[in-house]
């Protein structure tokens, strides 16, 4: 098969494009900053945005809200900003209705902070730990296919994210962070880490590798 290479006027419409989504985001805290006084109301602000925005975004099979996720054991999560849902979820609200979400139907979960500083991260990973405790029913017989690290960590749990908009934390701050962060125990007995990835608008994307074995993952140079 010929080599082929990414046409630069193509890349730069799409990094034109990738940059007037991110303006979006920006939009929607600067509106909420110059609407709200109360910090809680500009997050609550905020955190529609992002539904909203993922809502557009995502997948015709996904579904967006907010609320807590629940096992069959009774097993409860946080408050969830963002709940993306796949189409085996019975239970299926407005999208800025909190709702209680059957576990099974959730393909991921994200945290939204307006500002991420050092108590905005604790809060992050704490969440994490107690999502790590759900445990899906995995239906006897189903096929799992996938790198065995994939499976322990997005089969036996969800995905989880965090987006902040704005950070007082540095870049290399934030990484010492994660990386001095325990992984945590799930229900399996299996350690996962309690953050999949990190979206900070004005300081990049930090993923947590696992390992470094998953699907998703850095090779050696």
Known sequence: MPETHPDPAVAARLSAAFAAEELTLRSALDRARADFDHRGVRGDALERAVRHFLSGHLPR????????TIDRLGHRSSQLDVVVLNDEQPFVHELDTSGLYLIEGV????????RLGTTELVDIL????????????????????GQPSDIIRFVDSVPYFALAIESSLTPETILEKLREAPDVQA?????????????VLDAGVLFQFWGRVGSITIPDA
């Open 187 to 199: 229900w399996s007995g299996n350690l996962l880490p309690a953050l999949d990835a990190l979206f």
């Open 61 to 68: 099979k996904y579904a967006v809200g907010t609320g807590e």
């Open 126 to 145: 704490a969440k994490g730990q107690r999502l790590r405790e759900i445990q899906p029913t995995i239906a006897a017989g189903a096929d799992m296919r």
């Open 107 to 114: 393909a991921a979960v994200g945290e939204i902070k307006t």
